[in-house]
């Protein structure tokens, strides 16, 4: 559409260099858009309304980044006016796609399918006989573990898959809708499935590091103001330094900007955004994440990644040790700066509220992907700039 508004209607018969290269660099940016969208979209917690703009900015940035670095001549008015469209034409699908469509899956009821609650993207309908009728369903979903399965019932799953009408096992889908594995039986899942793939790792260790090294120089500044703030505020170091789990079970330290009082002591973690111990740059810092920076450090030694599993104290890993099953499972990563648990539930001390959120951790690692990985940085990016859901 820019090309017909900037060229005419028959532009495509002369395609200069300029115009070849921004029509393919327009091309490229809304295939990478569309694949990101979708992909975002089957996580839970995924309200990509919000995510339409970061994602189509990145995009271009990209494809700009690679025209200006190459010194590929390009249109400009062309170029901004695609990021225009694109915008447009994306929020336009998602609000059409959210009023008319939403994923309806047939229910057999029998077994765990009965704590499946629906969603405002899922509907659930029983089934009262083997037979869906004339409704078009997305997809079945059943307990295939239940004793309670009939033969009918069983012959019933086997013609919907014989008519291309997937069949769901309730996990899968209770999965699905609440971005959490169940651990209370873990031998039951196929540890297979939960092995992170070593290639993404190491693809992911490489960015990590390149992405660390350039942005050491542009957040100095704001460090070097953090830091002040804190020495101004109350006494002790700028630098808080703490001994954690960390990647196999490792331990290593990790670096925060210090948020409370040195003097005043407490138990081995924080008691929630009230905690008498956090300073009054101390708040501030923490609800914008900015406590963190300095793991940008761990980050270049290979301790860290930016998006992973939380370290946790070595006196809070003990404990979980001893209460929460599987805990350690989670050291098969790199711990993040960000996690999938954080944006998702927040902090989590006590062992009722770990459990849930070692729930998390394992639904990260079980689905460990560069998509899983865009859309909790993009959910982190929108907490640092709002402080909205910083816990």
């Given at each position: 559409m820019p090309s017909f508004f900037r060229w005419g209607w028959g532009f495509w018969y002369y395609l200069p260099d300029e115009r070849l290269n921004t029509i393919i660099a327009c091309a490229l940016a809304f295939v990478v858009i569309l694949i990101t969208l979708r992909r975002m979209q089957k996580y839970p917690g995924a309200q990509v309304s919000a995510f339409i703009p970061p994602a189509v900015s990145v995009a271009f940035l990209l494809v700009v980044g690679v025209l200006f670095f190459t010194r590929e001549a390009y249109t400009r008015q062309v170029l901004f006016m695609s990021y225009v469209v694109s915008l447009g034409w994306f929020y336009m699908a998602f609000f059409l796609g959210r009023r008319y469509r939403r994923m309806k899956l047939a229910v057999v009821p029998f077994g765990r399918v009965e704590l499946l609650v629906p969603t405002t993207h899922i509907e659930l309908r029983r089934l009262e006989e083997p037979d869906i009728g004339r409704v078009r369903y997305d997809g079945v979903v059943a307990d295939l573990r239940s004793d309670q399965l009939t033969p009918e019932w069983e012959r019933f799953l086997a013609r919907c898959?014989?008519?291309?009408?997937?069949?769901?096992?309730?996990?899968?889908?209770?999965?699905?809708?609440?971005?959490?594995?169940?651990?209370?039986?873990?031998?039951?899942?196929?540890?297979?499935?939960l092995l992170p793939s070593l290639f993404y790792?190491?693809?992911?260790?490489?960015?990590?590091?390149?992405?660390?090294?350039?942005?050491?120089?542009?957040?100095?500044?704001?460090?070097?103001?953090?830091?002040?703030?804190?020495?101004?505020?109350?006494?002790?170091?700028?630098?808080?330094?703490?001994?954690?789990?960390?990647?196999?079970?490792?331990?290593?330290?990790?670096?925060?900007?210090?948020?409370?009082?040195?003097?005043?002591?407490?138990?081995?973690?924080?008691?929630?955004?009230?905690?008498?111990?956090?300073?009054?740059?101390?708040?501030?810092?923490?609800?914008?994440?900015?406590?963190?920076?300095?793991?940008?450090?761990?980050?270049?030694?290979?301790?860290?990644?930016?998006?992973?599993?939380?370290?946790?104290?070595?006196?809070?890993s003990e404990w979980y040790e001893r209460d929460v099953p599987f805990f350690s499972y989670r050291h098969v990563v790199r711990p993040g700066i960000s996690g999938w648990a954080q944006v998702e539930q927040g902090y989590a001390a006590e062992v009722d509220g770990m459990i849930e959120k070692l729930q998390y951790d394992f639904y990260y690692i079980k689905h460990f992907s560069l998509w899983l990985d865009v859309l909790v940085a993009f959910k982190t990016l929108k907490t640092i700039l709002t402080g909205y859901g910083a816990r």
């Open positions: 898959t014989l008519n291309h009408i997937p069949v769901y096992h309730e996990r899968q889908i209770q999965e699905s809708m609440s971005g959490r594995v169940r651990i209370e039986h873990l031998t039951e899942n196929e540890y297979g499935s790792q190491g693809v992911k260790r490489f960015f990590d590091l390149i992405s660390a090294l350039i942005l050491v120089p542009l957040l100095a500044p704001v460090m070097f103001v953090t830091a002040i703030a804190i020495r101004l505020d109350t006494p002790g170091p700028a630098l808080f330094i703490q001994p954690r789990m960390g990647y196999r079970g490792v331990p290593f330290n990790v670096y925060k900007f210090r948020s409370m009082h040195c003097e005043k002591k407490g138990r081995g973690y924080t008691e929630g955004d009230d905690d008498p111990r956090i300073t009054r740059v101390g708040k501030v810092i923490r609800k914008y994440r900015l406590d963190e920076l300095p793991q940008i450090l761990n980050v270049i030694k290979g301790e860290m990644s930016f998006i992973g599993p939380r370290p946790e104290s070595m006196e809070l």
